[in-house]
T-cell receptor
Framework: GDSVTQMEGPVTLSEEAFLTINCTYT??????LFWYVQYPGEGLQLLLKATKADDKGSNKGFEATYRKETTSFHLEKGSVQVSDSAVYFC?????????????FGTGTRLKVLA | NAGVTQTPKFRVLKTGQSMTLLCAQDMNHEYMYWYRQDPGMGLRLIHY???????AKGEVPDGYNVSRLKKQNFLLGLESAAPSQTSVYFC????????????????FGPGTRLTVL
């Protein structure tokens, strides 16, 4: 079945450092890929998405590129801020699980220090 | 426009007690979902619904029941709570999409923190 693997955290960075959170997936067909963010005490919210190979999703300074050849969707940000501290989830939909069901990774906690 | 709301926000139960979690959405979404979030496990799908009057099992349905009597509401029931059901529960909703649309965005509620003693 479909699956998503993302790097374990926590990731601790100083403000203005470069961020990479790795995500790889296993799926048949042509899934869509997502990054969701969960701030403390809140539900998940969509951060960015990519629906086909080589698409780049971007939002709030975060970027991720859909790499079909390496089955990856790594999240990057050039300069993190304290306000970016949150849990980040990689997810897919549209593989064998169908287009309306998501498969989530286990989440990566990011802590940014001032 | 409140989006997705969940009640209650917190609850403590004793083993064997029952309760119902309520999810409501005001976006006229067709699809609704219940997830549980546990440390190191990410989000796991409990049950979902693709329309009013329909429900289906997700990845971890045992010990839970659901109902979707109205399009805007999706109820999650625990008939006899167990300590293993201590978790944070999230409801989500999304649009229905036509073939070839490629994706649908899920909108999440703020969560319900349930402790079973």
């Amino acid at each position: 079945g479909d699956s998503v693997t993302q790097m374990e955290g926590p990731v601790t960075l100083s403000e203005e450092a470069f961020l990479t959170i790795n995500c790889t997936y296993t799926a048949t067909g042509y899934p869509s890929l997502f990054w969701y963010v969960q701030y403390p005490g809140e539900g998940l919210q969509l951060l960015l998405k990519a629906t086909k190979a080589d698409d780049k999703g971007s939002n709030k300074g975060f970027e991720a590129t859909y790499r079909k050849e390496t089955t990856s969707f790594h999240l990057e940000k050039g300069s993190v801020q304290v306000s970016d501290s949150a849990v980040y989830f990689c997810a897919l939909s549209g593989g064998t699980s169908g287009t309306y069901k998501y498969i989530f990774g286990t989440g990566t906690r990011l802590k940014v220090l001032a | 426009n409140a989006g997705v709301t969940q009640t209650p926000k917190f609850r403590v139960l004793k083993t064997g007690q029952s309760m119902t979690l309520l999810c409501a959405q005001d976006m006229n979404h067709e699809y609704m979902y219940w997830y549980r979030q546990d440390p190191g496990m990410g989000l796991r799908l409990i049950h979902y619904s693709v329309g009013e009057g329909t429900t289906a099992k997700g990845e971890v349905p045992d010990g839970y029941n659901v109902s979707r009597l109205k399009k805007q509401n999706f109820l999650l029931g625990l008939e006899s709570a167990a300590p293993s059901q201590t978790s944070v529960y999230f409801c989500a909703s999304s649009y229905s999409i036509g073939a070839g649309s490629g994706y649908n965005e899920q909108f999440f509620g703020p969560g319900t923190r349930l402790t079973v003693l």
